[in-house]
């Protein structure tokens, strides 16, 4: 009976999963691009590219290569900047990932989030706000509830990690390889991600990394 149950097994798991995998170095793009114009995977908040809203391609600071996005803002409370990154789809389950290099100015700050569904402006799924004291802050949209708070360095280059096994709704943070910790989120989706620089922000985003690997239940170990 193990036997038939292992068939099994081989044979669903030839079945196509379907896996999300992007990743952006800015090196492919012309130095004062429009980033919604030159690349069909950006857009931004609104939907309209190649404006205000969109970010330009810089070649005054680079994690890797010799370009990457710059952000500023003096308006209150952001913007106009406010680049959209859409996955494609709205992810329930399975292990999500994402991973960007960030240079933040010293004494301003930075910030992105996490959209918890498709339709961009509905459900925040995580708000990332560094702050020009050098805290990093997880929490719900709004900030109403922190979930996990740490530092993180100013005036240089550092990688920040957020890894999410969503099937289980754990969402993990590590910042330069370092994990800080993990916590369980009220709102466990997601579907794309909007970096909007908020008042007195200056910082640059290079080297981003996306991916999503769905639940299998036709696994192998499923039927071991």
């Known amino acids: 009976m193990k036997n038939i149950y292992l068939l099994l097994g081989l044979f669903y798991s030839t079945i196509s999963i379907a896996q999300y995998n992007f990743n952006d170095d800015f090196e492919s793009y012309n130095t004062g691009d429009y980033l919604g114009v030159a690349s069909p995977a950006w857009t931004t908040w609104s939907g309209t590219t190649g404006g205000n809203e969109d970010v330009v391609i810089t070649e005054a600071n680079a994690n890797s290569g010799t370009k990457s996005t710059y952000y500023s803002s003096t308006s209150e409370p ?53 702050d020009a004291d050098g805290t990093l802050r997880l929490s719900t949209g709004g900030g109403a509830t922190t979930f996990l708070q740490t530092t993180y360095p100013s005036g240089e280059w550092f990688d920040l990690k957020i890894e999410v096994n969503i099937t289980l709704n754990i969402w993990t943070l590590s910042v330069n390889n370092q994990v800080i910790g993990s916590f369980a989120n009220t709102e466990n989706a997601i579907a794309s991600l909007d970096i909007f620089p908020l008042q007195g922000h200056q910082f640059y985003v290079d080297d981003i990394i996306v991916s999503h690997t769905p639940y299998d239940p036709t696994g192998l170990d499923a039927y071991l």
């Not at 913007?79 to 329930?92: A, W």
């Not at 990932?97 to 799924?125: D, H, K, M, R």
């Open 78 to 130: 952001g913007g106009p900047q406010d680049v959209v990154l859409p996955f494609g789809s709205l992810f329930t389950e399975g292990e999500f990932s994402f991973e960007a290099s960030f240079f933040v100015n010293n004494g301003t700050g930075a910030y992105f989030n996490l959209q918890a569904e498709e339709e961009i402006g509905q459900t925040w799924a995580v708000d990332c706000n560094m």
